[in-house]
C-alpha cells in the first residue's frame, strides 16, 4: 500500500469517528441543538390572540389581548399596548434557535434565571401564548447572554436551553403601553391661551407662522419678557407628547379645582383642549380635539420653522379630530414635569424681574 494511500485511508477513518462522535453528542443532547425552541410559533404568529407576561411572585405584568385593530392591556383598562415591543418578542421567541443544551437540575436554575417564577425573588419572566393548537409557556431568564442570547426553560419542564434571540421583557406594567400621545409641530401652532382657575390668563400667539418667537399680547406696564423666545416652549408641548401613566378617565369630582385650562390653535384650525387636575399630588391632564376656524393661511417661509405645506385642510381637519379623541377620549394621562410645568406657567414666570425686584448692587469698602 503506497504511503499516500495510507494517509487518505487514516483520515477518512478519523472523519468517521468524528462524524459519529458528533452524532453522539447530538443524540445526548437531546437532538435538538439548532432546532427551533418552539417548532410551529412563526407559522401561527398571526394566530396569537393574547400574551401574558408573570413575574416574580406569579405576579402578572401584562395581560395583552388581541382586540380588533390593536393590542389592549388589562392592567391599564384596556389601554393600548405597545404592538412593536408585542412584534419583536413574538418573533424573537418564533425564531429562537436552541445553541446548547444546560442544566436540568432545579438547584441551578437560578444562576441560569430560569427558576419557577412563583418565588417572590424570581429573576426570569414568564411567558404565556393562547390562541394556537398548543399554549405556549416559556420562562426566559438571563438575556444578552455573549449578545443577542438567553437562558429559557418550557414551564413544567426541567430541561435548561441557551437560545439565540433578542428578547425586550420589561417588569414594569407601564412599559407595555404605546406611550406616544400627540405629536404637532411647534411650527403648526397659531397660539396657546392658559387659563388658571383665579381667572388669571396667559396667552402667547404668532402672526404668521414664519414668525420665529410667539409673543405675549399682554404684558404689564413697565415689564418684559425675560428673553425674546422664552414663550416657544409652551407651544412646543404638543411635540413628542408621550404619556408617563394613564388610566381611564377618573372621578375628577373627587380632584382638587383644576390648575388650568389650555387651548391650543393651529394655523389650519384644530383646537387642542388640555384640562389639568391636582389629583393625589400629581397632575393629571385630559385631552380633547375640536374643529376651529382658520384664521389665517399657512405661511409659505423658505425657514426652518415654516411648517408642512402638506399639514391637513378642511376634511383632513375633521378626520384628524376624529382620530385623536378616539386614540385619547376617555382617559387621563400624566407626562413629563417639564411638559406640565410649561401648560401651568403663569405670565411672571416669562418676565424679567421688575426693577423693585433686582437685587441690590454690593456696597464698596
Given at each position: ?9 487514516l483520515t ?12 453522539n ?32 411572585g ?36 418564533a ?23 412563583a ?7 414568564l ?10 409557556s ?23 436551553w441557551?437560545?439565540n434571540?433578542?428578547?425586550?421583557l ?9 406611550r ?13 391661551t ?16 414664519a414668525?420665529p ?33 394613564v ?18 390653535e ?5 383646537l ?15 385631552v380633547?380635539?375640536r ?12 425657514t426652518?420653522?415654516a ?8 376634511s383632513a ?12 377620549g376617555?382617559?387621563a ?12 406657567k ?10 423693585d425686584e ?5 456696597k464698596?469698602?
Open positions: 500500500m503506497h504511503r499516500k494511500t495510507l494517509i487518505a485511508l477518512l477513518a478519523a472523519l468517521l469517528i468524528l462524524a459519529v462522535s458528533l452524532t453528542l447530538s443524540k445526548q443532547l437531546g437532538g435538538d441543538v439548532n432546532q427551533l425552541l418552539v417548532p410551529a410559533l412563526e407559522a401561527q404568529l398571526n394566530d396569537v390572540a393574547s400574551v401574558r407576561v408573570v413575574g416574580a406569579d405576579q402578572a405584568i401584562a395581560t395583552l389581548s388581541r382586540a380588533e385593530s390593536a393590542w389592549e392591556l388589562a392592567e391599564k383598562s384596556g389601554y393600548r399596548a405597545d404592538i412593536g415591543r408585542i412584534r419583536s418578542n413574538l418573533i424573537a421567541l425564531r429562537a434557535r436552541i445553541i446548547e443544551q444546560k442544566t436540568a437540575n432545579p438547584e441551578y436554575f437560578e444562576r441560569l434565571g430560569v427558576e419557577t417564577i418565588g417572590e425573588s424570581a429573576s426570569g419572566v411567558i404565556e401564548l393562547d390562541g394556537l393548537a398548543e399554549p405556549v416559556i420562562i426566559i431568564g438571563d438575556t444578552g447572554i455573549g449578545g443577542d442570547y438567553a437562558y429559557v426553560r418550557e414551564a413544567g419542564e426541567n430541561q435548561s441557551l437560545v434571540g433578542a428578547f425586550d420589561p417588569t414594569e406594567t407601564i412599559d407595555w403601553v404605546d406616544e400621545m400627540l405629536d404637532i409641530p411647534t411650527a403648526r401652532i397659531r397660539a396657546v392658559i387659563t388658571h382657575q383665579d381667572g388669571e390668563v396667559l396667552r402667547i400667539e404668532k402672526a404668521t407662522a414668525d418667537n410667539f409673543v405675549v399680547p399682554e404684558i404689564p406696564d413697565g415689564r418684559e419678557l425675560n428673553y425674546p423666545s422664552v414663550a416657544n416652549a409652551i407651544a412646543g408641548v404638543l411635540t413628542g407628547l408621550s404619556l408617563e401613566d388610566q381611564a378617565s377618573p372621578d375628577l369630582e373627587s380632584a382638587e379645582a383644576a390648575p388650568a385650562t389650555i387651548m391650543f393651529t394655523f389650519d384650525g384644530l387642542i383642549d388640555v384640562t389639568a387636575y391636582s389629583l393625589n399630588d400629581e397632575t393629571w391632564i385630559q380633547a380635539a374643529l376651529g376656524e382658520r384664521p389665517t393661511p399657512i405661511a409659505s417661509a423658505d426652518d420653522d411648517p408642512d405645506q402638506t399639514a391637513p385642510e378642511g381637519i375633521g378626520d384628524e379630530v376624529e382620530r385623536l379623541n378616539a386614540r385619547l376617555g382617559w394621562y400624566t407626562v413629563a414635569s417639564y411638559k406640565t410645568e410649561q401648560l401651568l403663569r405670565i411672571d414666570d416669562l418676565l424679567a424681574p421688575a426693577n433686582l437685587p441690590l448692587p454690593e464698596s469698602e
